[in-house]
């Protein structure tokens, strides 16, 4: 096992090199000058401009951008949000939390119902509910989630006023839990469908017909052998999710004014300031290598058949 984590860990190297590399020279070919833009209509003073630039280090070559941005992560440096002056790592401690409380919420949203759901739908396959099921989680994947949260904003505050339609509290619960369950839908309806196939394809497996054949409780039966099976394929989704969700955030966080690294992401973009976006999308990649790890790890847990030496 120690051989394995560390083979993982030495192969997430060149995959977090390449991920924040191309983050970066994305960011570097955007469009504008996000120093001038600080000056708003006004016309900046080329000298002021210059200066700051290289007191940012921003007139250096891309490749040296980028190793100076590669040292300073190594001592906790994300950079300097320009408009603010402010260190990155500043402004990711403060939205940061946020953003993990709304992905938490939205991550245990899809675990509880999705696999839930997709459990009963699997075990009833092709019955009248296992059709409802799959009719529903097929129209939380066909609308968009900007379009779902518009839909829920107006079903849900304006029209029956059951909560508010933005959140004006990041750190309450209830407010979360609108933009929660959006940000979840699409998830949630993968998560369901990879469930239910996984029970009913196990359910016609061999070792399910022995266990039921020695007389085992189906209580055992379905909460043991059956779940445990099933559960491998949406293990590996929901590790890579739990990225894709902070990702997904972006939208989400615009559309219930949510004040998370999303918003801060958005903002920075209208800004064209790399820093703030490469300083917060180089977190998420981080959480993406470690979901992923943890994953593979779980695998021996969920399927002792499963060595990594």
């Known amino acids: 096992m120690g051989r394995y984590v560390a083979r993982r860990l030495l192969q997430m190297i060149p995959v977090f090199i390449g991920s924040t590399l191309l983050i970066f020279s994305m960011m570097y070919a955007l469009p504008g000058d996000p120093v001038a833009a600080l000056y708003g209509e006004k016309q900046p003073d080329p000298a002021q401009i210059a200066a700051i630039k290289h007191q940012l280090g921003m007139d250096l070559p891309l490749w040296h951008q980028y190793w100076n941005y590669l040292i300073g992560l190594f001592q906790g440096d994300f950079g300097t949000q320009i408009a603010t002056q402010r260190p990155v790592a500043d402004v990711i401690e403060q939205a940061f939390p946020v953003t993990i409380r709304l992905t938490l919420f939205a991550f245990v949203f899809t675990v ?3 696999v839930l759901l997709g459990m009963v739908s699997g075990l009833f396959a092709d ?3 296992d059709r409802i099921v ?3 989680t097929l129209l939380l994947i066909s609308i968009p989630s900007f379009v779902l949260g518009y839909l829920f904003q107006y079903l849900f505050a304006f029209q029956l006023d059951w909560l508010t339609p933005t959140v ?3 750190r309450d619960i209830g407010q979360l839990l609108l933009p929660a369950i959006v940000l979840a839908a699409l998830s949630l309806a993968y998560v ?3 469930t239910r196939t996984s029970v009913a394809e196990n359910l016609r497996a061999d070792y399910i017909r022995t266990a039921i054949a020695k007389g085992l409780p189906r209580r055992r039966v379905v909460g043991i052998h059956l779940l ?3 559960l491998i394929p949406v293990v590996t989704f929901l590790g890579t999710d739990i990225g894709a969700l902070m990702a997904g955030a972006v939208v989400t966080e615009g559309i219930f004014n ?8 958005f903002e920075a973009l209208n800004r064209r300031e790399g820093s703030t976006v490469v300083g917060i999308a180089t977190l998420i990649v981080i959480v993406y ?3 992923s790890l943890l994953v593979d790890l779980l695998y021996a847990v969920l399927d002792p058949r499963i060595r990594y030496d």
């Open 192 to 194: 369901t469908r990879l």
């Open 134 to 136: 799959l009719i529903f």
């Open 127 to 129: 019955k009248a509910f």
């Open 168 to 170: 004006q509290d990041s």
């Open 228 to 230: 445990r099976n099933s």
């Open 258 to 265: 949510v004040h998370g690294v999303g918003n801060t992401i």
């Open 112 to 114: 509880l119902v999705g």
């Open 289 to 291: 290598l470690v979901a």
